[in-house]
């Protein structure tokens, strides 16, 4: 494993007062660039007077000591790395799997390795790096770090690109049951809305009415919990980054759990009782399940369907609610 760079201590004098500090140190160090700066201050890398700051437009003021310490450099490749998963399928071509909500697919910033893409390259040995790309290989679609659910993985680069030609065309099946927030009129329907990055939150997504790419989601109300909180079956015809929750975040059904899209306490969630209401609020993640997935084999020609049951978090939720 890499060494760490020594920590880059500087002190701001009179003539620096005032100026953003992500300017500053990229001036001081004259060695990193400002978008660097910035990354390793909001990955928490910058201490100023011993506290972490992550706002690079914060002013410096004279005699604060800034202290930045970048990580150690990552590999160029995706380490291996022996993380269990389950397994619902497996031939020389392909593996489905199911993930578990917390694992992140493959590796970015802030999450270069204990991802999915770092078990499978133990799982599969030789045969799956360079298929599709060093930081993702076999990777044909991806769930969100905290949704569970069914994945398929391509082995070799045929299948990685029949199968991605699949997704493209929506000749795959997919469906998701989710948890969202109030009753939803008409009980079955369709979202539609183009998705694109939220122009007042780069970090999230949103229906927008320019620059975004289509999306179609349907739904199906499977059950009610005191028209406060929907278990629903949703299908997918198209796969945007964060789109169902996007779509039902949009139309005033936030999923339950939902870090991003939902930002303060539902009205729905008065119609719940203490314990249930309790619950619901305090669920960890986006309660939301990849629970089908179907598409033809890309090399037998074999229809393939596959079906797993939310994990054990979610299907407490929804007997604590439903039941």
Same mark, same amino acid.
């Given at each position: 494993?890499?060494?760490?760079?020594e920590?880059?201590?500087?002190?701001?004098?009179?003539?620096h007062?005032g100026?953003?500090?992500?300017r500053?140190?990229?001036?001081?160090?004259?060695?990193?660039?400002?978008?660097?700066?910035?990354?390793?201050?909001?990955?928490?890398?910058?201490?100023?007077?011993?506290?972490?700051?992550?706002?690079?437009?914060?002013?410096?003021?004279?005699?604060?000591?800034?202290?930045?310490?970048p990580p150690?450099?990552?590999p160029?490749?995706?380490?291996?790395?022996a993380?269990?998963?389950?397994?619902?399928?497996?031939d020389?071509?392909l593996?489905?799997?199911?993930?578990p909500?917390?694992l =992140? =697919?493959?590796?970015?910033?802030?999450?270069?390795?204990?991802?999915? =893409?770092?078990?499978?390259?133990?799982?599969?040995?030789?045969s799956?790096?360079?298929?599709?790309?060093?930081?993702?290989?076999?990777?044909?679609?991806?769930?969100?770090?905290?949704?569970s659910g069914?994945? =398929?993985?391509?082995?070799?680069?045929r299948s990685?690109?029949?199968?991605?030609e699949?997704?493209?065309?929506?000749t795959v099946?997919?469906?998701?049951?989710?948890?969202?927030?109030?009753?939803?009129?008409?009980?079955?329907g369709t979202?539609?809305?183009?998705?694109g990055?939220?122009?007042?939150?780069?970090?999230?997504?949103?229906?927008v009415?320019?620059?975004?790419?289509?999306?179609?989601?349907?739904?199906?109300t499977?059950?009610?919990?005191?028209?406060?909180?929907s278990l629903?079956?949703?299908?997918?015809?198209?796969?945007?980054?964060?789109?169902?929750?996007?779509?039902?975040?949009?139309?005033?059904?936030?999923?339950?759990?939902?870090p991003?899209?939902?930002?303060?306490?539902?009205?729905a969630?008065?119609?719940?009782?203490?314990?249930?209401?309790?619950?619901?609020?305090?669920?960890?993640?986006?309660?939301?399940?990849?629970?089908t997935?179907?598409?033809?084999?890309p090399?037998?020609?074999?229809?393939?369907?596959f079906?797993?049951?939310?994990?054990?978090?979610?299907?407490?939720l929804?007997?604590s609610?439903?039941?």
């Amino acid at each position: 494993m890499s060494e760490s760079p020594e920590p880059i201590e500087i002190v701001a004098g009179r003539e620096h007062d005032g100026v953003r500090t992500d300017r500053f140190l990229a001036e001081a160090t004259g060695s990193l660039s400002r978008s660097r700066v910035k990354g390793l201050m909001e990955a928490g890398h910058l201490l100023r007077d011993g506290e972490v700051l992550r706002t690079p437009s914060e002013p410096v003021r004279a005699g604060m000591r800034f202290t930045l310490a970048p990580p150690a450099p990552v590999p160029a490749q995706p380490q291996a790395q022996a993380i269990p998963f389950p397994i619902l399928f497996e031939d020389e071509y392909l593996l489905v799997l199911d993930k578990p909500a917390g694992l =992140v =697919v493959h590796p970015a910033p802030g999450n270069e390795d204990g991802t999915l =893409v770092n078990a499978l390259l133990s799982h599969c040995g030789d045969s799956l790096p360079g298929i599709g790309g060093e930081k993702r290989p076999g990777i044909v679609h991806r769930l969100d770090k905290d949704t569970s659910g069914i994945m =398929v993985v391509a082995k070799t680069e045929r299948s990685l690109a029949a199968l991605s030609e699949a997704f493209a065309a929506r000749t795959v099946e997919r469906s998701y049951l989710a948890l969202c927030w109030g009753m939803i009129t008409p009980s079955s329907g369709t979202f539609e809305g183009a998705i694109g990055r939220d122009p007042r939150d780069r970090k999230r997504m949103a229906v927008v009415e320019r620059g975004g790419k289509p999306a179609l989601s349907h739904y199906r109300t499977l059950a009610v919990a005191s028209g406060a909180v929907s278990l629903v079956e949703c299908r997918l015809a198209t796969g945007r980054t964060h789109q169902i929750r996007v779509h039902f975040s949009h139309a005033g059904h936030p999923l339950l759990g939902d870090p991003v899209y939902l930002r303060r306490i539902p009205a729905a969630a008065k119609l719940l009782s203490p314990a249930s209401k309790a619950a619901a609020l305090d669920f960890p993640r986006q309660a939301l399940h990849a629970a089908t997935l179907g598409f033809v084999h890309p090399e037998t020609g074999r229809a393939l369907r596959f079906e797993t049951e939310p994990p054990e978090d979610f299907a407490t939720l929804r007997r604590s609610l439903l039941e």
